[in-house]
């Protein structure tokens, strides 16, 4: 699937309920090439940095989930927005801003460390339903990128689900910057195949079901390889203003 059907188009809101329909529409196109299963993908759109005009307008078009990643933005959005998407955090989470994490968003993707789980666990309410959790797999071993180690992911895997007011749910990955889209697969697949490891060597993670893998310049190596969730800044809403102010 060529990379040049992934478009990055001009930021307006008359332009992104269009560029909510194609990507829809490619995503659906590319499940059915790589037969994969009839499961729905989830489009999650990243709003770091968006005026709020521009994420009422991917809500209109049926966006439903909102990746932030950086929690007081992501916090003067949720005061300013009159709708109820499900927010989903996917930046660092610092020790510091566990407990507000824990209470505004429904998932976090960015999980890499079993001191950091423990205190979402414990910011979590109760009453509240489970905080879904991605570890973050660095699948590349990167020296600069965050993620646990792939060797070291089913000792944290079986550490989170030991806790409670967690979901974990699966991994999530940033693999190295790839323009092949065989290369771009290689890192997907290594994912999926990590998931399926950890599902057959721990009864307790038989149940993870997400791949959050894929942005706009590698989504459909990753919705071949079997990603369940793709984070999509540029193609829904195109180059992110870095003057912004909410």
């Known amino acids: 699937m060529p990379l040049s059907r992934v478009r990055s188009p001009v930021s307006t809101v008359d332009s992104i309920a269009k560029n909510i329909c194609e990507i829809k529409a490619l995503l659906e196109e590319i499940r059915i090439n790589s037969h994969q299963s009839a499961n729905d993908i989830k489009l999650l ?24 990643n950086y929690l007081q933005e992501a916090m003067d959005k949720m005061r300013m927005l009159d709708i109820d998407p499900e927010w989903h955090f996917i930046g ?11 209470a505004h968003f429904s998932w976090v993707h960015t999980v890499e460390r079993i001191r950091i789980a423990s205190r979402l666990s414990a910011g979590r309410a109760d009453n509240a339903a489970p905080l879904n959790i991605c570890i973050q ?4 071993r990167e020296p600069s990128k965050s993620g646990v180690d792939p060797d070291q992911t089913l000792e944290l895997a079986n550490a989170i689900v030991a806790l409670p007011n ?3 749910r699966g991994l999530m990955v940033l693999p190295k910057p790839q323009t092949d889209f065989n290369r771009q697969r290689d890192a997907f697949r290594r994912t999926a195949q990590l998931l399926d490891d950890l599902k057959n060597n721990s009864p307790q993670l038989r149940s993870l079901d997400t791949l959050s893998m894929g942005m706009s310049r590698d989504m459909p190596a990753a919705v071949t390889e079997g990603a369940t969730i793709v984070r999509v800044g540029a193609g829904i809403f195109g180059p992110r203003d870095q003057t912004l102010t909410i």
């Open 92 to 102: 660092p989470v610092q020790a510091n801003k566990t407990r507000d994490i824990a």
């Open 137 to 140: 797999v660095n699948i590349d």
């Open 45 to 68: 759109a990243v709003s770091k940095g968006q005026p709020i005009e521009n994420m009422l307008a991917a809500w209109q078009a049926g966006i439903k989930c909102f990746g932030e």
């Open 166 to 168: 967690l979901r974990l």
